[in-house]
């Protein structure tokens, strides 16, 4: 079993940064692969940004196109934590921020129901 828990979310104006974080406990991650998903009022969860397990094609990171650029995904083995650097915010990217694990290697990152572990999500509000 693996426990995430996040944090780091909070209100920013738009142009801002925040860091969000990933705990994990149970499990050291890196035999898997770790992602960022987000869902806002009345919308459908979507993917933001996946790694790689670390010892499988170098931690390949995959990013969904409104993102790619300001935002950052990254791992720190020595603290099993994940990170999702946020840069440029935008009143769009307000939403509840979840990380997710799976150890599923077929490598559909992108896809929610691919993840086994799901924290409770940490809340992001960009003003404009």
Known sequence: QVQLVE????????????????AASGRTLTSYGVGWFRQAPGKEREFVAALGWSSWS???????????GRFTISRDNAKNAVYLQMNSLKPEDTAI??????????????????YNYWGHGTQVAVSS
């Open 7 to 22: 944090s780091g979310g909070g209100l920013v104006q738009a142009g801002g940064s925040l860091r969000l974080s990933c």
């Open 58 to 68: 170098g931690s390949s990171t995959y990013y969904t196109d409104s993102v790619k």
């Open 97 to 114: 921020y979840y990380c997710a694990a799976t150890d599923d290697r077929s490598g559909r990152l992108r896809v929610g129901d691919t």
